[in-house]
């Protein structure tokens, strides 16, 4: 089992930052890729960005919505993964998830709330 543990999220300003932290801790011998998603109200979860580390380099994709403004980064030593949100929109606001992938099963954190204001 993987547990994933999300913080940072809260209120933030239109234009504004924000960075999201997962941690993750259980039986992560192997652990890949690590993501965010994000689930806006009467909305389907959606990819935020993803990490995928294939042994030799660490690849990284966004959602469209999100290019040139978030940025996604992975410390594989602390079993951590990390978004960089910068110059938010009111679009931005959802519950975030952090996801890992162990062999052949998927985990979710509990998510964290990011409100973006006006």
């Known amino acids: 089992q993987v547990q994933l543990v999300e913080s940072g999220g809260g209120l933030v300003q239109a234009g504004g930052s924000l960075n999201l932290s997962c941690a993750a801790s259980?039986?992560?011998?192997?652990?890949?890729?690590m993501a965010w998603y994000r689930q806006a109200p009467g909305k389907q979860r959606e990819l935020v960005a993803r990490?995928?580390?294939?042994?030799?380099?660490?690849?990284?994709n966004y959602a469209d919505s999100v290019k040139g403004r978030f940025t996604i980064s992975r410390d594989s030593a602390r079993n951590r993964v990390y978004l960089q949100m910068n110059n938010v929109n009111a679009d931005d606001t959802a519950v975030y998830y952090c996801?890992?992938?162990?062999?052949?099963?998927?985990?979710w954190g509990q998510g964290t709330q990011v409100t973006v204001s006006s």
């Open positions: 990490s995928t580390n294939n042994g030799r380099a660490n690849y990284v």
């Open positions: 996801y890992a992938k162990s062999g052949y099963k998927d985990f």
């Open positions: 259980g039986s992560i011998s192997s652990i890949n890729p």
